[in-house]
């Protein structure tokens, strides 16, 4: 089988996201990294491209080089993964796929909710593929939990309660620093802060596992440094179209949590746990039963989480290796199969949805507000 | 020393609450146990009593005998516990108190917030101890906790976050159980189901280690048990007076969770997190700095820690000691020492205030409301 | 039902054992602290006895003095328990038994292996129930392991694997304090010093949850810190006589374990695991299936199991209560009911038998040594 | 800079290790997968060549033909990994070390001290890079306690102790299934079975991290599976040149431990603890302090614990990264660069020359036996 050429905008010298898009997409051997625009500084992204084993010719200085020059190729890549900052991704992720390129978009999609109806509509009209990074949907034993909620295994789900809380901005004597200032800012950050970092992908999750899609919701958000404009904690209350209650708590002062992704989901039958920190395990608790642990890699896993898994029971595979279950599922799509798993244009576009309308709410002390994009109600 | 004299009004035979309190009571050698209206069936209540040592002429058929005859003794009970169901708790402590009798009550004190008010005044104008059964804040680590945030190690505290949530009201086949359908009929349980029952002590926690109060909250409550008439799944969020953010979600439906009672407490140079579970050791992360292990009996941990641990270091000690810890300082108290961590009175009429406050802004799709007795406003 | 009347012998103010036993035997209410020879020190002993409720009368200077005394009362005590330090425990179990009394005796019963088989003989001829303390096998969820052992729930044992190691004598700098002085001083220690102290913890735990006794064994000692002149590590593989293979490691230099005591049970159908840090559940997974946790309280665990716990489900339960344990079935053996869990003399002679096996085999490079009392050879 | 030639002897269709090393060689990018000699079956091994990517000229029948070629090659590969069945380590890696590749072998080396001291000296006659494939001693936490303990954070080690222990050859149903029955029959895995499988990655662990070599042990082998002429479980103890006290438990038959290979360190100020199922963090305790968890990725780390982390703080790295960390340091050792933690041909001497010394100490009962490889006495 011969490999898919893949290429990157973003993801230059010390981000954090570029080396784990670059280790997705090479650990399986499934594209070769031929072409690039990694920095926003064109000399430094060219040079980082090149002692990163691109070549001289497809090293470029901006995006708009490796879309125009790409295009000209016979041999232009299939994949392009856009890693650039926020505020760009829209007009990029549009113009590669009007172009013919299949994307990757690192999250958020877009800015707005108008721009993320706007690449659905791309999306569909290129018929390419076109898809978000909500990686952690990707861990073996995420799709092992979606896997049990769809065969039924825990009933109807009644409760669905997730949390994403670190404590990496919590030092208010460093909230002056570039690399988390703009992180509060409207200016670069646009409408919502930590809600819109990590909470979508809180709320992406409880929709990936439950099968279902948020409805309407309630915020509250809270600045609890005070210099900042935009909220660094938030609770966001929602409601799914099945009638699951959710729960979703966001938060970027909570010193001492590391990587507090976790999703509870509640049905009539059952309850499961999962954590991100401890991605290779899966809790399940039948209803008036003990709690059972089920590892990544045991015999009897969903055919999802089997295939997702790729060494043995209980050797830890971690985040790098979700990433590239992404990327492992895009070439299948890219080759034309179908992969029922990989976040689409429509999860960024909720995605964004829900974030103007927690931001509504929380203006709103807390009233509860339509989380649909217009295109979905 | 010689010995206080103690009794009990119900924790009859098949009790929950009862052998926690009983254990509670004798673990130390500081009372005895020598009355009882233990049950409201008058004949087992005075079997029962006498089968755990109660001499024939204190072991009571009811509460009003107990009250009576016991006024009429000389060498009549110091404390009266109060452990009968939730309804009966106004009128039984306050004739008590009133008697001159110093009171351990159960929680919720009361029903309503004028009953929770009557009982801060009454109180204080017996001269008697009167407390309330929030046992968890007698643990030597929730008492580390607070002796930290009030020396300042975490800074300002921004943010409180707690949880209590279980699992054992989730069986819908179950919820026909007399003992747990009265807690989701408002005829017996009252305005509401699981915050009444676990969240009021979770609210407890989050004061008292802030040494705070709760002012205005916005709740969203759920009954996700359709035939339930009050909810068995809330969320809370609230403000305290010192400006810190509150986060609470409680919960009966939550299969797997077996007795899921934790609070983590962000301040702007520390963070903290226990957990009943677990309840022998205090997570504390410093900011910028690695997450240390508080361990129960280790050498400089604060002075009230120290002095309710009993045993040496990681030799558990679990929730009965909690609950003889407030027997300990129950027993200072009445011989006239101070007591600081004793729950009281106006922490019981807060509970109410709350309890009614979060119904009303439930009722309100999660307007916020003003969580205060009006005694305290 | 009356209640019995206790007294000890040792753990005066400022002991480490005496607390857990006042708290243990008094918890349930089964007994009267009437009587104690506290300290070595007559007056230190006197007063100290005095100010835990015990009459001036019974509150004696020295243990030959309450033989003396409570042996001419008529109301004298029904059970002793001797809390003195090691060397003193053979004599005075030994006359309190021939005495008449009921006898509750820390570990190492003895200090030598005909001493324990002389207790063994004393106690069979006196009639009276004596009992060694090895608290930790009256956890409800050690008497869960054994039952599950004994139904064939994980079928024949293969492998046994315990730990008893802490780090509190790591501390070379304070390796002359003479708290931990003497355990390392032959003089005061006798032959063994971290083997005998917490090693037969862990191998009568072993021999508790797979009723089976130890045959033979070798040892490894080391005294890491050279100062020392007996072990403060050790390793002792051993057989059972059913043929299971056991491992045992103890030290009390393994800085960063607190209380690090646990049994791993391994048999042909399953595996258990328990941790006395965590003593409230048990973990069984069955051969071939998934992990589940057992927790004390749960519906459906064994009688003992069920008996021996006295708050609801995941409410923990710690040290004290497994102490108390001993002493509620110490309770029900002295009133005529058999308690069959209860650690015998055989017990206490059996340890001293593997201890002196052990020191001589660590001293014959790990040769194999029959490690039974020779009475049970 | 141009990427490295790869090439694979063994690791074929379904095999567990195979998929490890692909992931780790591709994923940084390093290494072109140009060669492979996948399979003991000449067509399935090139037709699973051809489908991971290979040119039909470079997928080979065995890899006698692929030494052959690849030799006649201009372009040919740079590193062969042999990952075939054990008993031919020896001979493929001699002779592609002797035909000027670089070879990176999988566990065990050689079957034999003999084969395990050629290859040190074929190796170093060479000039080739010569690894064999400890790849838990590349996990970033790992290095960090070598780091630590290098640096004298935890002063002299004391002790080391060490499980690798598991329950995935417990079934004895299963017992007879050819992927379990091989590694008991001495016909196919030699004088060892568990101790030469796992023990040997536990005892690389504890020199690596204590930076110290094996002197002598004395073992304590069972086959407590009856039908396995060789151990299923074994004990260990030894001693290392540098006076440090270590304990090493292996088995196959531990029930419910998944992947149970962890490591403590015990120093005369400090200990440490590293678990394989938890890689990502390490586990500090000072004497006489609180401890404290060490985050991968957490500022402040060694060097090579930061080298080797990819992505942030806290979002795991697994087993296939551990696997690419070798890889990391092997590319860079081949372009001459120095790489002090790659795992070399003595440590493969030096685990035969400890499992013959096993083997032989324990069928003489334990006695203690000279661990080294004759040409390291």
Redesign the interface.
Known sequence: ???LKWGMVGGGEGS?IG??H??GA????LYD?VAGALDHRPDEGRAYAQ???IAADRAYGDWQEMLAKEQARDDRVDLVTVATPNATHFEITKLFLEAGFHVLCEKPMTMTVEEGEEIVRVAAASGRICAVNYCYSAYPMVRQARAMVRAGE?GKV??V?TNF????H???TDADNPRVRWRYDPAMAGVSGQFADCGIHALHMASFICSDQVESL?A?F?S??PSRELED?A?V?FRMAGGT?G?L?T?S???????GFDV?V???T????WA?????QL??????G??????KG??GVSEEAARLS????????????AV?NIYVDLAAAIRGETRDGLPTPEDGARSMAAVFAAVESAKA????VDARPPMFR
Chains 1, 2, 3, 4 share one sequence.
Do not use: C
Request: aromatic share 6%.
């Open positions: 089988m011969t490999k954090q080396p784990a670059r280790l090479q650990a399986d051997g990294f002692r990163l084993g825990i009644r409760l309660v809380s670190h404590g990496h919590g030092d208010a309630s509250d809270a609890t440094i904690d609770m209350n209650v729960r708590w938060s002062v909570a010193i001492g949590r590391q990587h509870q509640f049905g009539e059952g309850g499961l746990r991100s920190e401890q991605p290779n809790i399940y608790t039948p209803v008036g003990r709690t059972q642990i089920i590892e045991e015999a790729r060494v043995a029971i209980a050797h830890p595979e971690g985040f790098p290796l590239a002390d807390g009233a509860w």
